[in-house]
């Protein structure tokens, strides 16, 4: 069993009611893709057999994931990280100049084993992990600020997680 690691969020994004620059949620059988303006630019989610492509600015573009890892960010590092998981998700990619946009990277996949009875692992949507209203789900406060998030700008993205009932 493995729970995906969420995307880090770009350095920078700009404000205002979208996401623009956070990182895309982990888990589930594909994470979720970062975001930005430039939709190329964003790193794109692990799957169950290959990492998540890195996005494709045109300043510096975002490395692919692999197994067990997020895509890094190289040249000018403003884009978010991949999150970590099964297969992890790309990393977030920097260009401009109209507009300059800085990406969020993808989120790693989950896992779960064929050996393991009643097993399943599920996605989030956008940069929000599944089941964030479940009492069982950790949190930071009262806010859900932890495991799996999308990470916001400038900041990195949340742990993978695995409930385990018995």
Do not use: C
Request: net charge negative; charged share 5%.
């Amino acid at each position: 069993m493995a729970g995906g690691g969420a995307g880090g969020g770009s350095t920078y994004g700009p404000t205002g009611p979208e996401p623009w620059a956070h990182g895309g949620a982990g888990g589930g059988l594909v994470g979720q893709r970062g975001f930005s303006q430039i939709y190329s630019w964003t790193g794109r989610g692990g799957t169950q057999t290959a990492g998540g492509d890195g996005g494709t600015g045109n300043y510096n573009a975002g490395q692919a994931g692999s197994a067990l890892q997020g895509g890094s960010v190289t040249g000018n590092p403003y884009g978010g990280a991949g999150g970590g998981g099964y297969f992890g998700g790309g990393a977030g990619s920097y260009g401009g100049p109209s507009p300059y946009s800085m990406a969020g990277g993808g989120g790693g996949s989950g896992f779960v084993a064929n050996t393991i009875i009643l097993g399943e692992t599920f996605t989030g949507m956008g940069f929000r992990p599944p089941f964030t209203n479940d009492p069982d789900f950790p949190k930071t406060g009262s806010t859900y600020t932890t495991h799996s998030y999308g990470g916001v700008d400038n900041a990195p993205g949340g742990d993978g997680f695995v409930v385990i009932y018995y």
